[in-house]
């Protein structure tokens, strides 16, 4: 053969490895004239794209077809099927990254779709009217976040639909004022379980067994794990009511004290706060009555002092109580 037959012989190889490598497909094994199935082919097998587009859902997943992963046409998201006309590669197509690609893709010339917008009806979980426990803990930790400012009331009214508009809104989600599963899912991680008294600021707790130092003579009995006292005489309960303490830098002292002095309309001299039907224990710490815990419940705290919130009911135990009488503030 002369050098200028050979050199055409090579060209023409060339050119068609060069074709082959621009559609991705793969030449048949040499020296074998027939595929798995028994079937002739040609060495070389170029497929043509179609000229229809691929059809772009809007699922955004990638399809399973035949026995190995394929890509779906529509690159960014689009959706190919065999049963409504889509494009399908070649079985031994490969592509870049080892997955066939169908016509359309992105790549060399493919056109792309844009990505539709997630879905937004996540499955509700609460809304206007109902109530309960659940309830009850969303809107304790609505209020660690500062968009709720009244205590949990376990109804989901006005007010915290109101709040869930607005974390909602401030987090991008869709404004709907009722707490689906998204909604739930980012509140729970910007916040912490609510504890008890979060969860019932404004008290309503059932008072504990009262302590064995309580049992004899006149006693004011405050617990401190039930937040209540007991006003007993010879081991019987008179009355009993919810009670706030101090915080952390100006705890309640524990211990067994006498009212040593009763102050119908005592003002502090340190704080300068009213301190009405005042019957002082241990130093300046006394129980009286408080208005802040009436409106904010267990959200605040005293600065050592036993506060009561219903004053009707220390009234009454104002005028019962004497000077001597026993003090026994436990946990």
């Known amino acids: 053969m002369r050098s200028g037959g050979i050199r055409k012989a090579a060209a023409g190889v060339a050119a068609a490895g060069a074709l082959a490598g621009v559609f991705g497909c793969t030449p048949a094994e040499q020296g074998s004239g027939a595929g798995a199935d028994g079937q002739h082919r040609s060495p070389v097998h170029i497929e043509v794209p179609s000229a229809r587009p691929a059809d772009g859902g809007a699922g955004g997943k990638d399809s399973q077809e035949g026995k190995g992963a394929h890509r779906s046409g529509g690159g960014s998201g689009g ?34 779709r844009p990505v539709p917008a997630p879905r937004t009806d996540a499955p509700v979980l609460w809304s206007r009217g109902d109530s309960g426990l659940a309830v ?11 968009w709720l400012a009244e205590g949990p009331t376990g109804t989901y009214g006005d007010a915290t639909e109101q709040a869930v508009r607005g974390f909602q809104g401030k987090r991008g989600l869709p404004v709907t004022g009722r707490s689906d599963t998204v909604t739930w899912q980012r509140l729970r991680a910007m916040t912490h379980e609510p504890g008890q008294w979060e969860l019932y600021l404004m008290g309503g707790q059932p008072a504990g067994a009262p302590d064995a130092r309580c049992l004899t003579g006149r006693v004011l009995c405050i617990d401190k794990t039930t937040r209540t006292l ?10 009993t009511m919810a ?3 101090g915080t952390e830098a100006t705890p309640t002292r524990d211990g067994v004290f006498k009212v040593y002095w009763k102050s ?23 129980v009286h009555y408080s208005s802040d815990f009436a409106a904010r419940g267990y959200a605040g705290g005293s600065h050592g002092c036993v506060n009561v919130r219903d004053e009707a009911a220390i009234a009454q135990l104002f005028a019962q109580v004497k000077e001597g009488d026993k003090v026994v503030v436990h946990w």
């Not at 889509?86 to 197509?93: H, V, Y």
């Not at 009850?136 to 500062?146: E, P, T, Y």
Request: charged residues 15%; proline residues 4%; without cysteine.
């Open 243 to 245: 009670v706030r303490f």
């Open 264 to 286: 119908r309309h005592h003002v502090s001299t340190i704080y300068h706060s009213p301190m009405p039907y005042a019957m002082f224990f241990s130093g300046g710490q006394a």
């Open 79 to 112: 959706k190919a099927r065999a049963s409504d006309g889509g494009p399908r590669a070649t079985a031994g197509s490969t592509g870049s990254t080892g997955a066939t690609a169908s016509a359309g893709s992105a790549g060399s010339g493919g056109r792309t």
């Open 136 to 146: 009850r803990r969303l809107q304790a930790r609505l209020r660690q976040v500062g």
């Open 230 to 239: 007991r006003w007993m005489i010879d081991g019987r309960t008179v009355s």
